[in-house]
């Protein structure tokens, strides 16, 4: 067995017990945790793998924003974890419905045809001047432009919707116009005299 064999061993049984925590702990913040450890895992299998700019994309963007805003999130939040371990139980049925559909759906994908493992060979070296930021780009804006496309209006529209979700006007919330605070005089429009009787 070569050294990087094993790292990839290493890192895949990682990966594994780390996505295993995420949906066995009932600690929300342990469960997040777990999937930074999930999230870093991947990268160094990407990294195996020759995907540099996909590894570095994921530590960046999943780890260092999207977990971090995770974490604030459910740090400040109150959340019930009797509530929580009461649940549990009672969707515990469903849960393991849709594990094993799941795992249907991946090996029908993996054992067909068009995506088992004898339709893509093992990756040979590339040499010092290989750029994989450019191979990526190059197939994204060739290739798979269409696609690419389509997923950019996609998040554009998702983007759109939760704007307008949160710019709803709400009756409670007392609103600033801008417009009136400009036109303000600085005699009696800012400031009123009170004059009283002095006290003895």
Not at 32 to 43: C, N
Not at 137 to 152: D, K, V, W
Not at 183 to 191: N, S
Request: no cysteine; charged share 15%.
């Amino acid at each position: 067995m070569t050294f990087e064999r094993f790292v990839f061993y290493l890192f895949a049984a990682v990966l594994v017990f780390a996505a295993t925590m995420v949906i066995t702990r009932r600690n929300p913040v342990q469960a997040a945790l777990f999937l930074v450890l999930a999230f870093f895992t991947s990268a160094g299998i990407w990294l195996l793998a020759e995907a540099e700019f996909l590894a570095i994309v994921l530590v960046l963007v999943y780890v260092g924003a999207v977990m971090v805003l995770f974490l604030f999130v459910v740090m400040m939040l109150d959340i019930d974890v009797a509530t929580l371990k009461a649940g549990f139980v009672r969707h515990l049925p469903l849960a393991l419905l849709v594990a094993v559909a799941m795992a249907l759906e991946i090996f029908l994908v993996i054992g067909s045809g068009t995506f088992g493992p004898d339709n893509f060979p093992a990756p040979a070296g590339h040499g010092a001047d290989y750029n994989n930021t450019a191979e990526l780009g190059s197939l994204l804006y060739t290739t798979y432009m269409y696609p690419f496309e389509i997923a950019a209006v996609i998040l554009l529209v998702a983007i759109i919707a939760a704007i307008g979700l949160t710019l709803r006007k709400r009756p409670e919330t007392r609103y600033q116009d801008p417009s009136r605070q400009v036109r303000v005089h600085k005699g009696p429009d800012r400031i009123r005299v009170v004059k009283m009787e002095a006290e003895k």
